[in-house]
Structures are given as structure tokens and as C-alpha cells.
């Protein structure tokens, strides 16, 4: 255990994050709505400590009660169109919309008409939009903290 | 021991399909023969034109056949009582096309989410459980971190798990259905596409598939450059399920040190095929992908390097007390339970069952590969986390003996004669994944993907049982399977 912990603290220090004092947070709830599981694998990535997310106020939460921000992975099939939007109802305003990854923004979107809705943006307005097939985690670490650093001028109430 | 490693495709009934109760019968008994002689079932799809069903059979010996039956008054008869692992796929095709099971009963939703009861036979997708203080959780499809979509059915008294049923396909996407009529070509995209983890896999079953179906086999160079592949997508993926053990018993520590080994495994797949997932890295008929001599011996001395870290960190993890007595008994899949549900890869040979498609890869570079089961393979939590560590050794081995010279771009050879189906056979990082491919010229007909992923679910809802809810959690992420390859 003490190697483990010695190795993770030289790896922190060899990374050299910076932790700007931001002095604010975002809580995250993310929800897949039918991705090639990439981006998802990829976000788990951004709480790994090359990148850190929670050091630098964001975190994922447990609950759309306790989000600022929905996150949402893949395309929109059928079947999960109606959780997504359950769990959209359930967030305490304001609250953001956040679209990671290709499919979620409709970029070479793969499947049948009948099991696929279609992008995001088809079922709830995106405040966010982070392209890539997957997107890396910096990338994705680097489009969160935009949400942070600069807001949205009026946060949309819906 | 020498084994003859054979590679043919039965000759299957495609044009002597008839629905006759004597075709029905000759159908169920290739297959119980089939079955009686040690090869197992592999996977079953639908025609294209949805008028007779194959199943597809696989010999230990990595022969493949398909029993074909014709649909008589929109039935087959079912071989679930034959081959249980049969179940997913009998309800997969009930659900998509209509097609009814004679004799498999009850023949409970799957793909459908409709929850109609069918009026003939009364199935619910859930089995009604009843007596003295039995309830239900319901968990999912959304879950609480960063996990995909798919939802769980616990039956329980008090803590203890009576029953679970998994009911999937919250991301079903119908990729197969969209790829037909595409370029035999393009069938790597929708490969690829049903699942990152097990992108490359499924991309090079494909195109096992599609080179068979076109009447072409890899050189010794495209087999060299595909197991590479294949290998570095095996390296993340098992660093990746250690740190989800560790993080299943919230040893924060070991998730964190394991997910920066994942994270480094994944630049060395964007370092050998540009990107991280392997996406766009396999295509049908040959391979663009070239790595200098400079560039081969640096992903080497990295993979070194990172192998010596991986052995240090494993070890910790070994000997912290309390984390590895949270892992015997927990979840265990009996090597029985295992036959009989047709469980497939680490958790496979976790239990004791020495199989891995590898070894009987003939278009793949694993000449001399033998499947590694742990000592103590009692089919429990501990024996899948320990299978990956032996596994991540075999990894080491082979992609240090492979990158021992620069990756060249390479192509199929004519060998064997041009046919209507193909079938390839690879093992993903969560077992024996099979692909069928129909074609009409050069366009796809039907593809029908059967991953590790899909053929381990059932065996999943078989560990739980007796086990406590609140280690369900770890049980899931000892088989770590993905949802996203299974709904496809």
C-alpha cells in the first residue's frame, strides 16, 4: 500500500497538474444514451490522476438531484430517451446540458432510423458541445472547466 | 501436443432449406450431435430475408459449421434445451424478426422493452418471485457513476440475492440492421462502432468474416500486424478491469494507479494505430498500418518499462490484507455452471476451463499460444481479478516477441474458394467473439455479431444468486463485461 501511495504522489508531482484557485465547482451527472461505451470510457479516464477532474471542481455525482450539468454520451436510442429525460426532470435549475462525444452531437451517426431518436440536441437544447470520436480527457477535462472559467452569460431557464 | 488446427465451414443447407418436420428434426440433431462430440454453440442469426435460422457450431479445434433450419409457419425449433447458451440469441431473434422458438418456453423478452405480456405463452421479461418477504430492487438503467446503460432486476429477503435478471439492449442501436446493404467494406465501421472496448476484436472478426466470405486469407505479415492490435486492445482492457476491482471494493489506491496504467496503454495504441481505441485500424483485405524501426523499438521499451510498474503495483495489491479478503467467494461461477451456459474468455478460464480462441487461430500470429487457468481457479471474484494479472503476462510476452521488427503495410492472399457466408472467430479481451457475415456480391446481406460480452451476461445473473446486494457491484466488475457490445 505504501508503494502504491508513494508511486501515485511521484506520478501526481511528475504530471505537475495546475490547480488554479477557482474557488467554484460544477457537479456532473452523466447519463449514456446508447454510445460505443468510448466516451465513457474516456471520462472515467479524466478522474485518473493525470488529469484530476475533482481537484479542479468538477465532479461526477451520484444523482441528477445533486447536478449542475447532464452530461450525455452516444446517440439517443428509443429506449433510452425516456430515462434521459427523467433524469433531466429530476435536476434542480438552472442546470446546463452538456453533448460529449460524436454521436451525441450527430457526427457519423451509425444505426437503424427505428432504434435511434437521434443527436441530443433532437431531445434537449445543448449548452456545451465536445466533438471527437471519442474526445480525449484533456480534451473533455480542458470543455468542463469552460463551464467553470466562463459560464454561460444567462443561464438558460427550461 | 500437436494439434491439427482446421478451418473449414460446413457445408451448410442454404439451398436445400425446406420446411419440412424431417429438415426440423435433421436441424436439432447436427446440432446435438454436434454438442455430444465436444463442439460448442458459438451463435445463431437470422437468414437474410428472415426465412430460415443458422446456428453457428465451433469445434475445439477451431473448425466452424452452420446447422441451418427454414422457418415452417414462422417457428424453428428451439435448441435451447440442447445448448443453453442458446437463450439470449433465440429471444434476441424472437424479439428483432418475429421469429418463433417451438418448444422454448417461456420465451421471455429481451430486446423488447414493450412489456406486453405475450398472449400466448404469458411471459414477463422478469420471473415472478413469491413468498415470505421476497422483494425487489430495481437498479438502472441509468446508473450512479460512470457506467453504461442497462438494468438490473434483484430478487432478495433481507440482503441476500435470491435472483437477478439483466435486461439489456437500453442500447440497442440496430447497427447490424443499418449495415446491410453497405460495402462488405464498411462493415468495419459498424463493428468497430458496437463497442469501443472490444473495437479491434470485433473490426478483425469482421473481417475474418468478410476475407472468408470473399475467398481470402492475411498474410503472414497482415496476421502479424492484427495480433499486435488485438494484444495492445488486451493490455488496456485487463489494466482497465483491475482498477475496476479495486475500485468495486472502493480501494481507492489500486482504481487510481491502475486507471494511469490504462490511460498509458491507450497512448501506446494511438502510438502504434493513431488512436486511441483502435478505431479505423483494421480493414477488410489487408493493412495500411506501418511503424518504423525507431518507432517499434520505442512502443517496445515503453511497453517494457510499463510491464516492470504493472508487476510492482500487482504485487501491492496482493499484499494488502484487507483488500484481498474481500475478493474469495464472492460471485463464484462453478466450471459446471460455465459448460453449461457456454461462458466464455477470463471468466471461462477462471473457472478452470482451458479455452481461448487464440489457440486455434489460425490467421492470427499465435503460433504455439496455450490458455493460462489460475491454480486456484474456483470461478470466484479472486480467480477473475488473478486471471487478468496472467493474462497481462501472456500480453507482455507475445507483443514484445512481435514488435521485434517494423509493422509494414500488408494484404490478404486468394486461399479458399469465394463463398456467400464467412465466419471469424476471435478472442476479445472478454472472450470468444464471433461474427457471420451473409453477402449479396459485395454487399452485406447480414452480419451478426455474437461478442464475449453477450455470451457471458447470462453467467453474470448466474454468479449472483446467494451472494449479498452491496457486492454486486464487484461481482459486475469482476466479469466487467460491456453493454455496449452486447446490445449493439
Redesign the interface.
Known amino acids: 500500500m505504501f508503494t502504491l501511495l508513494r508511486d501515485l504522489r511521484r506520478l501526481r508531482r511528475d504530471i505537475g497538474l495546475i490547480r488554479p484557485d477557482r474557488g467554484r465547482s460544477l457537479a456532473i451527472r452523466h447519463v449514456d444514451a446508447g454510445s460505443c461505451n468510448g466516451c465513457d470510457h474516456e471520462l472515467t479516464l479524466t478522474s485518473s490522476p493525470a488529469y484530476d477532474l475533482q481537484h479542479l471542481g468538477l465532479g461526477i455525482v451520484a444523482s441528477p438531484r445533486h447536478a449542475d450539468v447532464l452530461l450525455v454520451t452516444g446517440a439517443i436510442t428509443t429506449r433510452m430517451q425516456g430515462p434521459l429525460l427523467t433524469a433531466y426532470a429530476a435536476m434542480p435549475q438552472p442546470r446546463l446540458v452538456a453533448a460529449l462525444g460524436d454521436c451525441a452531437l450527430g457526427i457519423g451517426l451509425l444505426g437503424d432510423p427505428t432504434e435511434v431518436v437521434g443527436p441530443l440536441d433532437a431531445v434537449l437544447g445543448v449548452d456545451l458541445r465536445i466533438p471527437g470520436c471519442p474526445p480525449t480527457p484533456d480534451t473533455i477535462a480542458a470543455a468542463l472547466l469552460t463551464l467553470i472559467d466562463n459560464p454561460p452569460a444567462v443561464i438558460p431557464q427550461r | 501436443m500437436s494439434i491439427e488446427i482446421t478451418e473449414t465451414l460446413g457445408p451448410d443447407d442454404l439451398t436445400s432449406l425446406s420446411p419440412t418436420a424431417d429438415a426440423a428434426e435433421r436441424y436439432r440433431r447436427r446440432v446435438r450431435e454436434s454438442l455430444e462430440t465436444g463442439w460448442r454453440f458459438a451463435g445463431l442469426h437470422v437468414s437474410p430475408g428472415a426465412g430460415s435460422v443458422r446456428t453457428l457450431l465451433a469445434s475445439p479445434f477451431g473448425a466452424t459449421h452452420l446447422a441451418g433450419v427454414a422457418l415452417a409457419a414462422g417457428c424453428v425449433p428451439s435448441i435451447v434445451d440442447l445448448a443453453p447458451a442458446a437463450n439470449w440469441d433465440e429471444r434476441e431473434a424472437h424479439d428483432l424478426f418475429g421469429i418463433g422458438f417451438t418448444g422454448h418456453l417461456p420465451l421471455r423478452p429481451l430486446a423488447d ?1 414493450d412489456d406486453r405480456v405475450d398472449p400466448i405463452d404469458g411471459a414477463a421479461w422478469t420471473v415472478p418471485v413469491t413468498g415470505t418477504d421476497a422483494y425487489q430492487v430495481a437498479v438502472g ?2 446508473h ?6 442497462g438494468h438490473f432486476r434483484f430478487h432478495l429477503v433481507g440482503d441476500r440475492i435470491l435472483h437477478l435478471d439483466a435486461r439489456l ?7 447490424e ?2 449495415a446491410v446493404g453497405a460495402q462488405l467494406e464498411q462493415g468495419t ?2 463493428a ?6 472490444c ?1 479491434v476484436t470485433n473490426s478483425v472478426a469482421y473481417a475474418h468474416a468478410a476475407e472468408q466470405a470473399l475467398g481470402l486469407v492475411p498474410t503472414a505479415e497482415l496476421a502479424r500486424v492484427r495480433t499486435v492490435l488485438l494484444e495492445l486492445e488486451r493490455l488496456w482492457n485487463h489494466l ?1 478491469d483491475i482498477a475496476a476491482v479495486c475500485a468495486g471494493v472502493g480501494l481507492a ?2 482504481n ?2 491502475f ?2 496504467f ?2 498509458r496503454a ?1 497512448r501506446v495504441n494511438a502510438a502504434v494505430g493513431g488512436h ?2 483502435g ?1 479505423g485500424t483494421v480493414r477488410v483485405g489487408g493493412s495500411d498500418l506501418g511503424l518504423g524501426r525507431g518507432q517499434v523499438a520505442a512502443v517496445r521499451a515503453d511497453l517494457g518499462e510499463l510491464r516492470q ?1 504493472v508487476t ?2 500487482w504485487r ?2 496482493l ?2 490484507a484487507s483488500f484481498a479478503e474481500r475478493l474469495p467467494g464472492v460471485g463464484t461461477l462453478s466450471a459446471d455452471q460455465a459448460r453449461q451456459l457456454g461462458t466464455v474468455g477470463p471468466a471461462a478460464r477462471a473457472a478452470g476451463l482451458a479455452q481461448d480462441v487464440r489457440s486455434i487461430s489460425p490467421r492470427l500470429a499465435y503460433t504455439g499460444f496455450e490458455p493460462v487457468v489460475p491454480e486456484r481457479a474456483l470461478g470466484d471474484v479472486q480467480a477473475r481479478f488473478e486471471q487478468r494479472a496472467l493474462e497481462l503476462w501472456q500480453t507482455f510476452d507475445l507483443l514484445d516477441a512481435l514488435l521485434d521488427r517494423p509493422l509494414v503495410p500488408a494484404a490478404g492472399e486468394p486461399g479458399g474458394s469465394a463463398r456467400q457466408i464467412g465466419v471469424g472467430r476471435v478472442e476479445s479481451p472478454r472472450g470468444a467473439t464471433s461474427c457471420v457475415v451473409e453477402r449479396d456480391g459485395s454487399r452485406i446481406a447480414r452480419m451478426r455479431l455474437r461478442t464475449g460480452s453477450y455470451a457471458n451476461w447470462p453467467s453474470v445473473a448466474a454468479a449472483a444468486p446467494g451472494n449479498l446486494l452491496p457486492d454486486f457491484p464487484l461481482i459486475n466488475k469482476s466479469f466487467e463485461l ?4 452486447a446490445d449493439r
Open positions: 422493452h438503467p441509468i450512479a457513476g460512470v457506467i453504461e446503460s439492449f437500453y442500447k440497442h442501436r440496430g447497427l440492421l443499418a465501421g459498424y468497430a462502432r458496437a463497442c469501443a472496448a473495437a482497465n489506491a489500486g487510481n494507479r486507471a494511469a490504462t490511460d491507450r486511441r481505441f478505431f510498474e510492482t503495483s501491492e495489491l499484499f494488502n460491456c453493454y455496449s457490445c
